[in-house]
């Protein structure tokens, strides 16, 4: 049928795209080649895999772009965020998901729909049969469909690295060293306020534990990979620790909101926090801690930290190779490939950064290409939504001679007009930090507030439209 719809990549962006699209009313063919063939980071053979479980980051949609984003998404229907609301695990002010029940509500989901036939086989190229195509094969890309994509692009593909944190049982964790407690015991979806184990440190504890962790061994690079930079937001661990002595007890072991309940009068010079994985809460994610150690370095520097002397290990740490286009120069508006229109990018490959922004991604090409498909036009999401400044980011907007994956942030919006001075209760300027802190509060919801009421605006818009059409 010269009308199917061909998504390559069952991964959240592909997913989803089949997902909105078949629910527009298009016939979608999507095109998994696992368990044919494996990558390096999945395990399994489900659609829409994680590799951690706090992959959707902040839910907070008042003061957060990422939580602002989860609420653009689930105003849109995405199937994406529905099966991580129902697989939903505590994670303080986060939305976390048991991976495991993700993965199947998603898959159930798409083969059950209709309109979506699954085609579990390598796409190594396009064929000229296939008049409407999404990519969405992520950072993984198999290495057949990469050099098909170099050759349609005519341009060398960029690279970057991601790390793995590792996985401890909860019962090898020693509860009488930790305890749980959320940052500031703040209570988010599903959480309680504790819902972080913290192991504490001393100085001379920390001391001797990131000495070990600079000295110790890292897997080697290949030859090809030597000169590809890491994605800042994805740092692993050692890199990190060799940047400063204090650079990792202001990141990711800060102790700051957090009182032991051991000892509360002594205050921890870092503090490492460990993060539920699974509903049953069996297993916790060390935050943060992305490496690339070897395995044995991992066991025997990680087992330094306090209360994980006798941790065992679900999941050690690790190193794959991630792959984007440079977008900006490649694709229009609607995520098209401009000198092969009938071809759409979404998600990691894009440029995006995160499984949010992937499925973001994922969702719009879906609309897009359906939009197309029938006959319809589709207006672009204003740029002052989550939505629209990623989309516009990786289109336009982004420098294409340093481009990198990015998340979504503020400051990929066009700013707000001036905020009016912050007050306290009696109506009298507030000053130092309380100031700072109001003038953020204020920017980070006047962000939101606009973002709300722009895209409540644009979606209605397109109803209409669609309802008309």
């Not at 399994?44 to 994680?50: Q, R």
């Not at 061994?217 to 994805?234: H, I, L, R, S, V």
């Amino acid at each position: 049928m010269s009308d199917e719809l061909h998504i390559i990549g069952g991964g959240l962006a592909g997913s989803e795209a089949a997902w909105t699209a078949a629910q527009a009313g298009v016939q979608v063919v999507l095109h998994e080649m696992r368990p044919t063939r494996k990558t390096d980071a999945h395990v399994t053979d489900g659609l829409a895999e994680l590799v951690c479980s706090n992959s959707f980051r902040s839910d907070d949609a008042q003061t957060n772009a990422v939580g602002l984003l989860h609420a653009e998404l689930r105003d849109s229907q995405s199937l994406i965020m529905r099966c991580a609301d129902e697989n939903q695990v505590p994670a303080g002010g986060a939305l976390a998901v048991d991976r495991e029940g993700f993965s199947q509500g998603v898959t159930a989901a798409i083969e059950a729909h209709p309109n979506i036939t699954i085609a579990r086989e390598e796409v190594t190229s396009i064929p000229d049969t296939w008049k409407h195509v999404i990519i969405a094969t992520g950072p993984l890309t198999s290495p057949a469909l990469s050099e098909q994509i170099g050759k349609m692009t005519g341009r060398d593909k960029l690279a970057f690295f991601d790390a793995i944190a590792p996985i401890i049982y909860h019962d090898s964790i020693d509860m009488d060293i930790c305890w749980y407690q959320s940052r500031y015991d703040k209570v988010g979806p599903g959480g309680t306020g504790k819902d972080y184990i913290n192991c504490p440190m001393d100085e001379a504890q920390y001391n001797a534990f990131l000495d070990a962790l600079i000295e110790s061994d890292t897997a080697d690079f290949k030859q090809w990979e030597a000169d590809t930079p890491y994605f800042n937001g994805c740092l692993p661990i050692e890199i990190m620790a060799a940047r400063g002595r204090d650079t990792l007890r202001h990141g990711p072991m800060k102790p700051r909101g957090l009182t032991n309940e051991h000892n509360p009068e002594v205050k921890a010079h870092a503090v490492v926090q460990l993060r539920q994985d699974n509903a049953l809460g069996t297993l916790f994610n060390m935050v943060g801690f992305q490496t690339k150690l070897k395995y044995g370095e991992q066991t025997h520097v990680f087992k330094l930290i306090p209360g994980l002397e006798e941790a065992r290990f679900a999941r050690l740490g690790g190193l794959h190779r991630n792959t984007f286009l440079n977008s900006p120069t490649l694709l229009d508006g609607e995520l098209r490939l401009k000198n092969a229109p009938h071809i759409r990018f979404a998600g990691q490959i894009t440029g995006v950064e995160g499984y949010v922004e992937s499925t973001t991604i994922g969702l719009m090409a879906g609309r897009f290409a359906a939009a197309q498909i029938q006959g319809r036009t589709l207006s672009p999401a204003p740029m002052t939504t989550a939505f629209g400044a990623l989309i516009s980011h990786i289109t336009v907007n982004a420098n294409a001679a340093s481009f990198q994956p990015m998340n979504v942030n503020f400051g990929l919006m066009p700013e707000l007009g001036a905020l009016s001075a912050p007050v306290d209760e009696n109506g009298k300027k507030l000053r130092g930090k309380a100031r700072m802190q109001a003038k953020k509060q204020a920017r980070q919801t006047g962000f939101t507030s606009r973002a709300r009421a722009d895209f409540a605006e644009w979606a209605h818009g397109e109803a209409s439209s669609e309802a008309a059409e």
